[in-house]
């Protein structure tokens, strides 16, 4: 199954992420298939990059972005907030 989520960068703690989509049995920080964005929880406010095309893509290919993914996506506006509507 493919899992959009984060991928830890950086040194200790001054972490660094990426958005990738991955297998879910591979490693947190393994191989994955494609970069589709960052985050920077260091900065303030937090920096949210993601190409929200490639995002759309893959969860409409099935990807399952895990929850925290998933709040990122709603703020950089990939995926909608259903209860917004």
Known sequence: MLKIRLTR???KKTPFYRIVV????KA???EYIEQIGTYNPLVEPAEIKVNNE???KWIKNGAQP???V???LKK???????KSK
């Open 22 to 25: 991955s297998d879910s049995r």
């Open 70 to 72: 998933k709040a990122l």
């Open 9 to 11: 960068l950086g040194a």
């Open 76 to 82: 950089s506006g990939a995926i909608e907030d259903k």
């Open 28 to 30: 947190r920080d393994g």
């Open 66 to 68: 895990t929850d925290t």
């Open 54 to 56: 490639l995002a759309q």
